[in-house]
C-alpha cells in the first residue's frame, strides 16, 4: 500500500522568503503525486500534479514541484512566498492498485506560517 | 459555477442522536467521497462511492454509513454519534475513479460530538 510523509509539521517563513515544503512516498510503481493546500476555513485546492513527462511541474499561485525518483520525493517549492500563502499544504500519492478503488493517500499535512 | 456543497457547515450535536451531512456536486463527477481530517493525521477516507448504488469502505469506515441514491447526492449518515467521530468533514467528488483524476472538495463540515 502506497504511504505518504510530510516530515515538516509547521514552518515558518518571512514574507519574500524562497519555500520548500517536503514529501516523501512509498509505492512500488510510478506514482501520480499531488499538492493540495487548505486555506483557514476552506476546503482543499489542487496546486500541482505530477504523472509523467518532465519532473518539474508547474502550479498555480507560482508553485513548483520536483519528482525526484532516486528520493522517493516530490517537494513543492516557491522562490517568493505571499502573505496569502499561510495555509495547510497536503501532499497526496494517487495509486492504481489492482482491487482498489481508492484514489488518494494523503500526508499528515504542513502548516505554513508567513510573518510579515 | 462547478462546486461540491456540503451542509451544514457546523454541527454540535450529543452522543447518540443520529445525523446526516449532506454532499453535493454538481459536476456530473462519478466518483465521490467522505474524508475526515484530525491534527496530525492528514485526511483519511471514511466512505467512497465508484457511481450511483455503489459504494465501498475507505480507511476509517466504523460508526459512518452513505448511500448513493442519485449521482450528485452522497450523504453521510452517523447512527449514533460518539465524541471520537469528533472531527473536520470533507466531501469531495472526481470525474471518474481513476487515481489521476484531480479531486474536488467541498468546504468542510465541523462536527463536534458531546
Known amino acids: 500500500a502506497q504511504s505518504v510523509t510530510q516530515p515538516d509539521i509547521h514552518i515558518t517563513v518571512s514574507e519574500g522568503a524562497s519555500l520548500e515544503l517536503r514529501c516523501n512516498y512509498s509505492?512500488?510503481?510510478?506514482?501520480?503525486l499531488f499538492w493540495y493546500v487548505q486555506s483557514p476555513g476552506q476546503g482543499l485546492q489542487l496546486l500541482l500534479k505530477y504523472f509523467s513527462g518532465d519532473t518539474l511541474v508547474q502550479g498555480i499561485k507560482g508553485f513548483e514541484a520536483e519528482f525526484k525518483r532516486s528520493q522517493s520525493s516530490f517537494n513543492l517549492r516557491k522562490p517568493s512566498v505571499h502573505w496569502s500563502d499561510a495555509a495547510e499544504y497536503f501532499c497526496?500519492?494517487?495509486?492504481?492498485?489492482?482491487?482498489?478503488?481508492?484514489?488518494?493517500?494523503f500526508g499528515s499535512g504542513t502548516q505554513l506560517t508567513v510573518l510579515p | 459555477e462547478a462546486q461540491v456543497t456540503q451542509n451544514p457547515r457546523y454541527l454540535i450535536t450529543v452522543t447518540g442522536k443520529k445525523l446526516t451531512v449532506t454532499c453535493s456536486q454538481n459536476?456530473?463527477?462519478?466518483?465521490m467521497s467522505w474524508y475526515r481530517q484530525d491534527p496530525g493525521l492528514g485526511l483519511r477516507q471514511i466512505y467512497y462511492?465508484?457511481?450511483?448504488?455503489?459504494?465501498d469502505k475507505g480507511d476509517v469506515p466504523e460508526g459512518y454509513k452513505v448511500s448513493r441514491k442519485e449521482k450528485r447526492n452522497f450523504p453521510l449518515i452517523l447512527e449514533s454519534p460518539s465524541p471520537n467521530q469528533t472531527s473536520l468533514y470533507f466531501c469531495a467528488s472526481s470525474l471518474t475513479r481513476g487515481p489521476q483524476e484531480t479531486q474536488y472538495f467541498g468546504p468542510g463540515t465541523r462536527l463536534l460530538v458531546l
Open positions: 462511492s465508484m457511481n450511483v448504488e455503489v459504494t
Open positions: 497526496a500519492v494517487g495509486a492504481a492498485s489492482s482491487g482498489s478503488a481508492r484514489q488518494l493517500t
Open positions: 509505492y512500488g510503481a510510478t506514482p501520480y
Open positions: 459536476m456530473n463527477h462519478e466518483y
